[in-house]
């Protein structure tokens, strides 16, 4: 089964519209040129995460951050389970990792999200805003 969904980042969009603002003041106001340089890096880490793509196809699922410099990729073969979670607000935006349950999350936006399970025993979270599609579909590829 197929599947691609991009969620959107709507505070990370808001935390880029922020820096270009920012940006635009110092540009102003004559600061340093490393200012603008770190201004810059941030805009660009920023516009990486803006959005998150899940994608599944026969043999894989893959989850790709903005424009794809951090992404990962799961074979199906690999999954053993996969449910539908909340994650807490503290678990943030992003790739994250929980040591307090060895769980690793990327996230964009919202709470909803669909953890997978490896047959190793590893665990990861995948935020979405379509977790009970997300979930079925998951579901279906691995059995």
């Not at 790709?64 to 909340?86: N, P």
């Not at 990792?97 to 919202?110: A, E, K, L, Q, Y």
């Not at 995948?126 to 059995?143: F, N, Y």
């Amino acid at each position: 089964m197929h599947y691609k969904h991009t969620q959107i980042g709507y505070v990370i969009i808001a935390s880029i519209a922020i820096v270009i603002g920012l940006m635009m003041f110092l540009s102003q106001v004559a600061t340093p040129k490393e200012t603008k340089i770190i201004m810059g890096i941030v805009f660009l880490i920023l516009l990486s995460f803006s959005t998150l793509t899940v994608s599944i196809d026969q043999q894989k699922l893959s989850v790709k951050f903005g424009y794809g410099i951090f992404k990962k990729t799961f074979l199906l073969s690999e999954i053993a389970s996969a449910k539908q979670v909340k994650n807490h607000w503290y678990y943030g935006w992003g790739i994250r990792f929980r040591p307090t349950n060895s769980t690793w999350i990327f996230n964009v936006s919202g709470y909803d999200a669909v953890e997978i399970v490896t047959k190793t025993g590893r665990t990861y979270r995948i935020g979405t805003d379509e977790p009970e599609k997300l979930t079925a579909v998951i579901k279906q590829s691995i059995s």
